[in-house]
């Protein structure tokens, strides 16, 4: 018995991909290949709360890479029509989205996909050295060791958005972390302009200024 179409260097994921979404990331201007990976398991309205790691992740993509930038052009305005479609008028886009696309339960908009706000991630502990290395920032303790002088840093305060966004993804998956576990780490902030290419920053999470 003859199987239906399938799409070559996909195989045996395509039972697992939306069609309908899949079909309008690309009437949005998205390749067809990244628009099946992501479409896969996912609809426009997980699509459009991922993050930028999450979205380079699903397509393979190096972090700066152009087509990534231009893949999350894409949904950073699709974020917006829906933000513009409530003012009560029912746009083209809004009217095309199916049923099973419509968000429901508490889902809550994720921040950092908001498209002014750049590119957050927490630097995990025993990277903090090495990520800070280029900018010498290792000191002298008074016994002769050596420690990371992380207070150096511009601050960001714990109670940032874009922190408690982290913060909040990251306690959903271990609820197990100690009171105060963000303070005194080290967060990246990558920003990207079409001009410029992106730039990277670290800041220190701090509980007051």
């Given at each position: 018995m003859a199987s239906g179409p399938r799409f070559l260097g996909y195989e045996g994921r395509d039972m697992a991909v939306k069609s309908s979404t899949k079909k309008r990331l690309m009437e949005l201007g998205i390749s067809e290949p990244?628009?099946?990976?992501?479409?896969?398991?996912?609809?426009m309205d997980a699509i459009k709360r991922m993050t930028v790691e999450q979205v380079a992740k699903k397509l393979e993509l190096d972090m700066e890479s152009q087509d990534l930038e231009n893949v999350m052009a894409v949904?950073?305005?699709?974020?917006?029509?829906?933000?513009?479609?409530?003012?009560?008028?029912?746009?083209?886009?809004?009217?095309?989205?199916?049923?099973?696309?419509i968000p429901t339960g508490d889902d809550r908009f994720n921040v950092l996909n908001h498209?002014?706000?750049?590119?957050?991630?927490?630097?995990?502990?025993?990277?903090?050295?090495?990520?800070?290395?280029p900018w010498?920032?290792?000191?002298?303790n008074g016994d002769g060791s050596k420690r990371l002088a992380k207070e150096l840093l511009p601050k960001i305060l714990i109670t940032?958005?874009?922190i408690q966004a982290i913060k909040e993804s990251v306690e959903l998956e271990n609820d197990e972390l100690p009171a105060g576990w963000l303070t005194n780490r080290v967060v990246?902030?990558?920003?990207?302009?079409?001009?410029?290419?992106?730039?990277?920053?670290?800041?220190?999470?701090?509980?007051?200024?």
């Open positions: 990244h628009a099946h990976r992501l479409a896969d398991d996912a609809n949904i950073r305005e699709q974020i917006n029509s829906r933000k513009r479609s409530r003012t009560g008028r029912i746009t083209l886009s809004r009217k095309a989205i199916l049923d099973s696309d498209i002014l706000v750049p590119h957050h991630e927490l630097v995990p502990v025993e990277e903090e050295e090495t990520s800070l290395a010498d920032m290792m000191v002298n940032d958005p874009a990246r902030i990558v920003r990207y302009s079409r001009s410029a290419g992106s730039s990277t920053a670290f800041r220190l999470i701090v509980e007051s200024a």
